[in-house]
């Protein structure tokens, strides 16, 4: 596609619930990141991808939450028995992947709520 | 650790006048990007600008340019002749040039520009 699609971009959820999150990333783009941003602050790194092998997941919080990309395209992130602390904008973003600047281009976002 | 500080929450800035957003950076290393994105209210991160840290000119994108100060560590962005529709967050942002790894994003400023 022209630009990384996310899906849903809203999600409303109740406490304990598991949620996926769905990223597209630009069409031949070798790597795809994934990004929260709580309000009013930048966006912090939760885990990578080249292709379709994890490289760095040491941004994920806790154990409750995981990242795939089994085809190297589309990624899914799910978040496991939710919690309010996790209600925030979800951020997806790819890049071509390899050499500078390798700029990162962003996706619209899912804004999470936990109830 | 790598960090990004910007110390301007927010700026006011009359329509048509120059503004110069701050940013300063820290890292052990030599080989790094520094980039700026603009986010407007709807929400998506907006890629303006990348300056390398071999790159000897400053980085210039139509009315953006990046004011690079190596030895200060600095990488402030300048908007020539502001518009209504530069009102945004702005974040500062840099990656290790070795990796093709997260980014660590600044906090972010939030310019308003005034009719």
């Known amino acids: 596609g022209a630009g990384v699609s996310q899906s849903p971009r809203y999600k409303v959820t109740k406490r304990g619930q598991d949620v996926a999150l769905r990223c597209d990333p630009i069409?031949?783009?070798?790597?795809l990141y994934w990004y929260r941003q709580a309000l009013g602050q930048g966006p912090e790194f939760l885990t990578y991808?080249?292709?379709?092998?994890?490289?760095?997941k040491s941004g994920l919080p806790n154990d409750r939450f995981s990242a795939e990309r089994p085809e190297g395209s589309i990624s899914t992130l799910t978040i496991q028995r939710t919690e309010q602390r996790d209600s925030a904008m979800y951020r997806c973003?790819?890049?071509?992947?390899?050499?500078?600047?390798?700029?990162?281009?962003f996706g619209p976002g899912t804004r999470l709520t936990v109830l | 650790a790598q960090k990004i500080t910007q110390t301007q929450p927010g700026m006011f800035v009359q329509e048509k006048e120059a503004v110069t957003l701050d940013c300063t950076y820290d890292?052990?290393?030599?080989?790094?990007?520094l980039f700026w994105y603009k986010q407007p209210s709807s929400g998506e991160m907006i890629f303006l600008i990348y300056?390398?840290?071999?790159?000897?000119q400053n980085a210039t994108e139509g009315r953006y340019s990046l004011n690079f100060q190596k030895a200060r560590k600095s990488a402030n962005l300048v908007i020539s002749a502001s518009q209504l529709g530069d009102s945004a967050m702005y974040f500062c942002?840099?990656?290790?040039?070795?990796?093709?790894?997260?980014?660590?994003f600044g906090k972010g400023t939030r310019l308003h520009i005034l009719p």
């Open positions: 300056q390398g840290s071999y790159d000897e």
């Open positions: 069409s031949g783009h070798v790597s």
């Open positions: 890292t052990s290393d030599q080989s790094y990007g």
């Open positions: 991808f080249n292709y379709e092998a994890q490289q760095d």
């Open positions: 942002a840099m990656r290790d040039g070795n990796r093709d790894d997260k980014i660590i």
């Open positions: 973003a790819s890049s071509l992947g390899g050499g500078a600047p390798d700029t990162q281009y």
